[in-house]
């Protein structure tokens, strides 16, 4: 898998994974994370989520990074705004209240980023195959400066079905994490109709901090 496989998926609009609403799981745990309004959220990627909206409308700021053009560019047309564009190592978009990095999340620095207060990862981890998990969460926690997060998974058998989404189970959050975080598990729901309609499944949500 490469970044070309999410180009694809965006150009011919195969994006299932973007719920119409924010996330439940989101809605009913991010207070865990104990921040004060006007926190600085970062969504690695963020694709158009409405996750964003919602942080935004709690009274967070928000920054996301996201792979695709098109879906960056969507977000904005969803959202009515015409962003201001600068150009770097990554296109910087902001408009609205938000601002979004496009471009490989590994090209962002701290220093684009800026400090932000938390991470809410639902949408990043799950996307990578195990290869490069690795060094997302090294890249990720070295980017946020080990600020805590809120990290949403999947759980299945993976022989059931391909990824992504992939399976990440317990013991790899923990391999993943636990040298930097104190790791506690919020909530386990599960998938209605299970992942894919087809393959039994549990949506975790740990805290990270």
Not at 23 to 30: C, G, I, K, Q, S
Request: hydrophobic share 40%; proline share 5%; net charge negative.
């Amino acid at each position: 898998m490469d970044q070309q496989f999410w180009q694809d998926k965006w150009a011919s609009n195969q994006i299932a994974f973007h719920n119409a609403e924010a996330h439940p799981l989101l809605v009913r745990n991010f207070r865990a994370l104990g921040l004060r309004r006007e926190a600085h959220i970062f969504v690695p990627l963020c694709g158009k989520s409405k996750d964003l909206n919602w942080l935004a409308q709690q009274g967070y700021r928000v920054t996301g990074a996201e792979l695709s053009n098109l879906a960056v560019n969507r977000f904005f047309q969803e959202l009515g705004e015409q962003p201001t564009v600068s150009c770097g190592s990554l296109q910087r978009y902001e408009g609205g209240g938000f601002v979004l990095f496009q471009g490989s999340i590994f090209d962002l620095t701290p220093d684009l980023l800026g400090p932000v207060d938390a991470v809410y990862d639902r949408a990043a981890l799950v996307a990578l195959p195990a290869g490069l998990r690795d060094e997302y969460a090294s890249h990720l926690t070295s980017l946020t400066r080990a600020q805590r997060q809120l990290l949403i998974c999947y759980e299945y058998n993976q022989a059931c079905a391909e990824g992504p989404p992939f399976s990440v189970p317990e013991d790899e959050v923990k391999r993943l994490y636990q040298t930097t975080f104190a790791i506690e598990l919020l909530e386990n729901q599960r998938v209605e109709g299970g992942l894919k309609g087809r393959c039994p499944a549990t949506e975790p949500v740990w805290l990270l901090r």
